[in-house]
T-cell receptor
Framework: DADVTQTPRNRITKTGKRIMLECSQT?????MYWYRQDPGLGLRLIYY???????NKGEISDGYSVSRQAQAKFSLSLESAIPNQTALYFC?????????????FGPGTRLLVL | GESVGLHLPTLSVQEGDNSIINCAYS??????FIWYKQESGKGPQFIID?????DKRQGQRVTVLLNKTVKHLSLQIAATQPGDSAVYFC???????????FGSGTRLSIRP
C-alpha cells in the first residue's frame, strides 16, 4: 500500500550495530504498529502507538525500541542487532472506527544480521 | 492460552475451483475477525472482515463465514485464479483489547 512506506526495504548489518527502520504514512491514522515476520510464521507485534508520544510494548519488545515523534512517522530501532533479529519487519497503521480496525501494511523491510 | 490458528498450513486447488481456508479461534470474547492476503514480497492486505453479530459476509468473489458455536472462521474464494496464490492470515480482536492477534497463515497454491 503506497500510503504506508518503509525505509530501507532491505538491510544487511553486523552483530552489535545499531540500526533504525523508518515508517511513514499518509493515511492520517493515529495508530501505528511494528511487526516482525519469520519464515513460515505469522506476524508478531513488537511495539504499537495510538498517538504521538504514546508507546506500548507488544509481545516481543525485548531488544527493540521505537519513537513516535509525529503522527505520520513511527521508527523502530535495534540498539545492538543480533542474528536472531534477522526477519521481515512490517509497519502498519489503523484507524479505529466503531471497534472495527483494519490495518494497512507497508511493503516490509528485510533485515539480515550477520 | 488463547490463540488464533489454522487447520491447514498449505492448500492446493485447481484453477477455477472454489477455495476454502479455515481458521480456529479459542477466545469466545473475540468479536471482530479479519482475513488478510499476503503475496510474495508484499505486506499483508485486507480482504474482508466480519463482526461477531454476523454469520456471513460477502465481498467480491470472497465470503467469510463465522461459526461462533465451534469458534470457527472460514474464507471462501470463488473461481480461484492464479492471482489468488498467496498466504492467507486470519486475525481476531478481543472486545476489551486493543491489539489484533494474527494466526500463522495458510499458503494457497493454484494448479493450472
Amino acid at each position: 500500500d503506497a500510503d504506508v512506506t518503509q525505509t530501507p526495504r532491505n538491510r544487511i548489518t553486523k552483530t552489535g550495530k545499531r540500526i533504525m527502520l523508518e515508517c511513514s504514512q499518509t493515511k492520517g491514522h493515529d495508530r501505528m504498529y511494528w511487526y516482525r515476520q519469520d519464515p513460515g510464521l505469522g506476524l508478531r507485534l513488537i511495539y504499537y502507538s495510538f498517538d504521538v508520544k504514546d508507546i506500548n510494548k507488544g509481545e516481543i519488545s525485548d531488544g527493540y525500541s521505537v519513537s513516535r515523534q509525529a503522527q505520520a512517522k513511527f521508527s523502530l530501532s535495534l540498539e545492538s542487532a543480533i542474528p536472531n533479529q534477522t526477519a521481515l519487519y512490517f509497519c502498519a497503521t489503523s484507524d479505529l472506527a466503531d471497534h472495527q480496525e483494519t490495518q494497512y501494511f507497508g511493503p516490509g523491510t528485510r533485515l539480515l544480521v550477520l | 492460552g488463547e490463540s488464533v490458528g489454522l487447520h491447514l498450513p498449505t492448500l492446493s486447488v485447481q484453477e477455477g475451483d472454489n477455495s476454502i481456508i479455515n481458521c480456529a479461534y479459542s477466545n469466545s470474547a473475540s468479536d471482530y475477525f479479519i482475513w488478510y492476503k499476503q503475496e510474495s514480497g508484499k505486506g499483508p492486505q485486507f480482504i474482508i472482515d466480519i463482526r461477531s453479530n454476523m454469520d456471513k459476509r460477502q465481498g467480491q468473489r470472497v465470503t467469510v463465514l463465522l461459526n461462533k458455536t465451534v469458534k470457527h472462521l472460514s474464507l471462501q474464494i470463488a473461481a480461484t485464479q492464479p492471482g489468488d496464490s498467496a498466504v492467507y492470515f486470519c486475525a481476531e480482536k478481543y472486545s476489551s483489547a486493543s491489539k489484533i492477534i494474527f494466526g500463522s497463515g495458510t499458503r494457497l497454491s493454484i494448479r493450472p
